[in-house]
């Protein structure tokens, strides 16, 4: 019993580097993200697309790992800065398109709102550095 033991703790042990690892991937050295539209300082009055831009790396599905690839994630009024060590949160200000959207619907409320892109990879950290698009302010009347 004691040598299964000892073979799944050295087992595990092997494992946790390359689990480890699997965060913080740096993205392409040429690679862009930005917000096509809406632009910064829009007035939109009610709902509107959101259309996400990428230049140089490629999009995919959540849990596919391919080089120089990942999926948007919209950062609604976000201000705290990103830790590439934990995975990017999902809540009503950090908006996950894991299926490889490059648009969506967004609706908010009135008033003034900011919005940002981050690329995350397929198990949803953000690349190291992060690939961020500029931050843009909205007013949704």
């Known amino acids: 019993m004691k040598i299964v033991r000892l073979t799944i703790l050295a087992a595990a042990l092997v494992l946790l580097p390359s689990t480890a690892r699997a965060q913080g991937k740096p993205p392409a050295k040429d ?15 009610g709902g509107f697309w959101c259309r996400f831009g990428l230049r140089n790396m490629g999009i995919t599905h959540a849990g596919e ?8 994630h ?3 009024d976000v201000n705290e800065p990103l830790d590439v ?3 990017i949160p999902q809540d009503k200000n950090h908006l996950h398109f894991g299926a490889g959207q490059t648009e969506a ?18 198990k949803h950290y953000p690349f190291n550095p992060p ?8 007013t949704i009347k």
Request: hydrophobic share 40%; charged share 15%.
């Open 31 to 45: 690679a862009l993200l930005y917000i096509i539209w809406p632009q910064n300082g829009a007035t939109i009055k």
């Open 65 to 72: 790992d391919f080089q120089n690839s990942g999926h948007h």
């Open 74 to 76: 919209l950062l609604i």
């Open 85 to 87: 060590n934990e995975p």
């Open 105 to 122: 619907r967004i609706e908010l409320p009135s008033g003034k709102h900011t919005l940002q892109l981050v690329l995350g990879d397929a």
């Open 131 to 138: 690939l961020v698009s500029q931050k843009i302010t909205i």
